[in-house]
């Protein structure tokens, strides 16, 4: 019985929303429709994030390792990984 109160002010409080948005629904082109809604609600600027640790200067004069590098990496890597699946013994 207690429910049937709070059940109707949620109800009713979320009406006015739906009768807001109705507005820039009917809005037929889209662009139009995204400044309706922009107005309504305008958008929140995002704060500039800025690092906990600042890059060193040697950090950022390296470069990343060449291409043919990294594949070379991954040729060794799959390798010790083909070697370790070969010896898993099928239905012993």
């Not at 390792?65 to 991954?74: I, N």
């Amino acid at each position: 019985m207690k429910l049937f109160p709070l059940a109707v002010l949620l109800i009713s409080v979320g009406q006015g929303s739906v009768a807001h948005a109705s507005e820039c629904s009917a809005v037929p082109k889209a662009s139009d429709r995204l400044a309706c809604y922009d107005r309504a609600t305008p958008p929140i600027a995002a704060k500039p994030v800025k690092p906990k640790f600042p890059l060193s200067p040697v950090a950022a004069t390296t470069s990343p390792p060449e291409q043919g590098q990294v594949v070379d990496m991954l040729a060794v890597e799959n390798s010790k990984l083909d070697a370790r699946l070969k010896t898993i013994c099928r239905g012993c």
